[in-house]
């Protein structure tokens, strides 16, 4: 069953004048109503399959089984859509419903019975997505970009099977309270862990540079000022989902060789600043 309510989210971050940088985690805008999760029953899985459609321009529709088998989960994001779209997973504890939980995600402080759960990063239209991560028992939901309206699908997470170990990756990225540790970053399509060893939830959200920019240009520009040429490519940047603190995935992530601002623009729980303003920045380099 689709969450069907008319509820305005969150808010696309104003950054390098003349575009706009929807990253923005965990924010969703729902609007409008009717439809269903698409037929799939309840037959445990270890494998949890997602899709998004736009029903009209400028709006998403998820859609995902009922339930699924919790422990090590592959989750497959299949975009139906014409846009760049994202799997973001959000468990809800606490008896809360859904409408409860995307309302509460708009602001903060983001109360205990919300957390972000991982999923798939943004995934190029008509692409598909994949990431390996450990679901546990629960309530979720799943939604994307910030910025745009749509209705989110909700799904249950039944009690695992037997331990699995998570897939190799060739490269790794870290992220803690507050900044990045990457290793092993090569171009083309690979396999990443990311794992948040910090406190908050955090993403890593990867920005081209461009050539003879500086990471103080990327820091300035986001901060809002004028740069032009702006200091990275917002169309060709690549973002994971959210992860809380302590948590941890492996996902696939395509990127082309070079520079890249490694960013996150996600809030602590509790509120304040976005993390790049905290020190979330990192250059990096892609060979
Ligand atoms: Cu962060």
């Not at 468990?91 to 995600?105: D, L, M, N, Q, S």
Request: charged share 25%; with cysteine.
């Amino acid at each position: 069953m689709l969450l069907c309510a008319k509820e305005a989210m969150v808010i696309p971050r104003p950054c390098l004048r003349g575009c706009t940088i929807s990253v923005l985690i965990g924010t969703l805008l729902i609007s409008g109503c009717g439809g269903g999760d698409r037929p799939s029953g309840e037959s445990a899985r270890t494998r949890l399959t997602i899709s998004v459609t736009e029903p009209s321009r400028g709006k998403f529709r998820y859609f995902a089984p009922k339930s699924v088998r919790g422990g090590l989960v592959e989750i497959v994001f299949d975009n139906a859509g014409e846009m760049r779209h994202k799997a973001q997973l959000w468990r809800v504890g606490g008896g809360h419903t859904v409408a409860e939980a995307v309302k509460a995600a708009r602001g903060r402080p983001w109360p205990e019975w919300l957390v972000t759960a991982g999923g798939v990063g943004d995934t190029r239209p008509d692409g598909r997505g994949r990431t390996v991560q450990r679901l546990p028992p629960g309530r979720y939901y799943v939604g994307g970009h910030l910025g745009e309206r749509g209705m989110v699908a909700r799904f249950r997470v039944t009690a695992g099977g037997r331990p699995r170990k998570p897939p190799a990756a060739s490269a790794r990225v870290m992220t803690r309270d507050y900044g990045f540790r990457v290793s092993g970053l090569r171009a083309g399509p690979r396999r990443i862990k990311f794992r948040n060893a910090g406190r908050q939830p955090h993403q890593a959200y990867f920005a081209p540079m461009r050539r003879g920019a500086t990471l103080a240009d990327v820091r300035a520009a986001l901060s809002g000022i004028r740069m032009e040429p702006p200091p990275i490519s917002l169309k060709r940047s690549r973002q994971t989902a959210v992860i809380e603190g302590g948590n941890e995935l492996v996902t696939g992530l395509d990127l082309d060789s070079g520079r890249y601002a490694l960013l996150c623009f996600v809030r602590d729980r509790a509120g304040g600043p976005i993390h790049l303003e905290k020190g979330m920045a990192a250059e990096v380099t892609v060979r």
